[in-house]
């Protein structure tokens, strides 16, 4: 079985900063794409910012230059560093993996519980 942990998020004043994390336990035998997803009030989900096994990463466009993804390999976990932070960012933010559980199995995808991202004026 695979768990993805998240932690981080919390309430911020208009234009500070949180740091988000995601971290993956249970049986792996390697983790392809790793990436955020948010979801708003009365919303869907939407994919916010995602980074392959080589580390390349890509945004959403309403979060560029604000958001930085990165990724800790040998730790199994997902970084989401939110700056500039707007009252439109205010979400719950989903941490999601491409997890090989074995090596003759395909990845399948697995969510995390979501953490939520409160932006006051």
């Known amino acids: 079985q695979v768990q993805l942990v998240e932690s981080g998020g919390g309430l911020v004043q208009a234009g500070g900063s949180l740091r988000l994390s995601c971290a993956a336990s249970?049986?792996?035998?390697?983790?392809?794409?790793m990436a955020w997803y948010r979801q708003a009030p009365g919303k869907q989900r939407e994919l916010v910012a995602r980074?392959?096994?080589?580390?390349?990463?890509n945004y959403a466009d309403s979060v560029k230059g604000r958001f930085t993804i990165s990724r800790d390999n040998s730790k199994d976990t997902v970084y989401l560093h939110l700056n500039s932070l707007k009252p439109e960012d205010t979400a719950v933010y989903y941490c999601?993996?491409?997890?090989?559980?074995?090596?003759?199995?395909?990845?399948?995808?697995?969510w995390g519980q979501g953490t939520q991202v409160a932006v006051s004026t």
């Open positions: 980074i392959t096994n080589g580390g390349s990463p």
């Open positions: 999601n993996m491409a997890i090989q559980t074995t090596e003759l199995r395909y990845a399948e995808y697995y």
């Open positions: 249970g049986t792996i035998f390697s983790i392809n794409s």
